[in-house]
């Protein structure tokens, strides 16, 4: 991932650009689509990385438009496409797609696929458009992976009282809940009319994607994060403690939520279940990581209506990255952020895969207070109904101090204004995707 971000905008609709994706839709804080993209996946069902050729972005009064070519080649495919994105007032946004196998290829998809952030639409009602119009709605609790299949159009209301319709031709639409797999959003899926896996038909193939969003009662006006931390006392949250921590000596694989779901029959019976966690289904980009963490808090929660009485274990907590980010820094702060998003999710134990040796010493640090209580700490700038996680804490109190962890999860230094249960206040100052430490 290499290209800078661009923020475009269509009326009182804010859309980032980045890597020839369409990123979080929003007016003000609430975010309406998390991901808008086109998706090659491999024979094993990896998503291929594409080369970004020849990008142009014209923004103006009225709307905005983008074009680019994408390529993407690995051993066994070798695809190509144009896309052009044409956004015009009063809220419609059209992607065009038109793209072939260069030579015959090995591959399970080409296609354009769209996040919905879970965050953003579970409890709300959706209609999908199949041979007679459907309704449902997006749970809160990981029920099933598919809910609709070969439908062309997509309705629903975010909970900021903003509407969108999907709609595709050329193709048909799958609907998942993506959880299952470690990402938090449910995700539209399509495939161009190839014969997939063995593709061998070189022709060029089209897909018009067609986002309608209606704004018309704009929600509150956006603000800036306050970054503000706020520490409580122990008796607010008396079953919050710090997991144990460990570091898998030969990292292996990890599964899908998935997998163990398929057998919950099970779970009813064990003192412990354990699953693992890998947040890099979809891609592999630093943004990605740090929204799918709220999937880990998902299935934490289902796992618990399920098998009430058992204690929760990650089994392997995987940081998997393509070779762009293989000596990434940003890796610290994930580990954090990941540890604090478990301990609220009530899980007692976790391992992680493959680390850095920073990420391993302060698992290390972090391990020795094992089973120690967690004091309740909120932080204001994560009260958003973006996907973007930004920032991340963890507060203990030992010996009649308090230790607070602090993690920036952005490129950017930051100040954030820490106040204990005393009425003390204090500002921290982190450097990007640092970690830091402080008695208070």
Wanted: proline letters at 5%.
């Amino acid at each position: 991932m290499s290209e800078p971000t661009n923020t475009l905008t269509l009326g009182p609709l804010s859309v980032d650009l980045e890597d020839g994706e369409l990123r979080y839709f929003r007016v003000g804080p609430f975010e309406l689509i998390r991901r808008v993209y086109f998706s090659v996946r491999d024979e094993a069902w990896r998503t291929v990385v594409p080369e970004i050729l020849g990008l142009k972005v014209s923004q103006k009064l009225d709307g905005f438009t983008v074009d680019y070519q994408g390529r993407c080649r690995t051993a066994t495919l070798d695809f190509e496409y144009q896309i052009q994105v044409v956004a015009t007032l009063p809220g419609l946004i059209t992607v065009s797609a038109a793209g072939r196998p260069l030579r015959p290829s090995l591959a399970n998809r080409f296609g354009f696929c769209v996040l919905l952030g879970a965050q953003a639409v579970c409890g709300r009602e959706f209609e999908v458009d199949l041979p007679q119009r459907k309704a449902l709605v997006f749970p809160y609790k990981l029920e099933q992976v598919v809910f609709a299949e070969n439908f062309k159009a997509l309705k629903y209301e975010n909970s900021g009282g903003m509407t969108a319709e999907i709609e595709l031709s050329k193709s048909d639409f799958g609907l998942e809940d993506q959880r299952f797999f470690g990402d938090s959003s449910f995700k539209l899926f399509s495939g161009m009319r190839y014969l997939y896996p063995q593709v061998s038909e070189l022709t060029e193939k089209k897909q018009v994607l067609r986002l309608t969003v209606d704004y018309k009662s704009p929600p509150p006006q956006a603000t800036k994060d306050p970054l503000e931390v706020t520490i409580g006392n122990p008796s607010q949250t008396p079953s919050l403690f710090m997991p144990s921590l460990h570091k898998l000596l030969a990292a292996r694989r990890p599964q899908f939520f998935l997998d163990g779901w398929t057998h919950r029959e099970s779970w009813a019976a064990q003192s412990v279940v354990s699953w693992d966690f890998d947040p890099s289904v979809n891609l592999y980009d630093q943004k990605t990581f740090a929204e799918n963490l709220d999937a880990l808090r998902d299935q934490a929660d289902t796992v618990k209506d399920l098998a009430p009485g058992a204690s929760l274990a990650l089994g392997v907590v995987s940081y998997r990255t393509n070779d762009s980010l293989a000596a990434d820094p940003f890796q610290n702060a994930w580990v954090l952020a990941a540890i604090a998003t478990a301990s609220r999710a009530g899980i007692s134990e976790i391992s992680f895969g493959s680390l850095s040796q920073e990420s391993s010493l302060l698992l290390v640090e972090l391990g020795n207070f094992a089973g120690v209580p967690l004091l309740p700490i909120k932080m204001s700038c994560e009260a958003t109904q973006s996907g973007e996680r930004k920032y991340a804490g963890i507060a203990i109190e030992q010996d009649s101090q308090i230790l607070v962890y602090l993690a920036n999860l952005t490129e950017l230094p930051t100040d954030l204004l820490v106040t204990v249960s005393d009425g003390k206040t204090h500002t921290c100052h982190l450097m990007a995707y640092q970690v830091g430490r402080w008695e208070l």
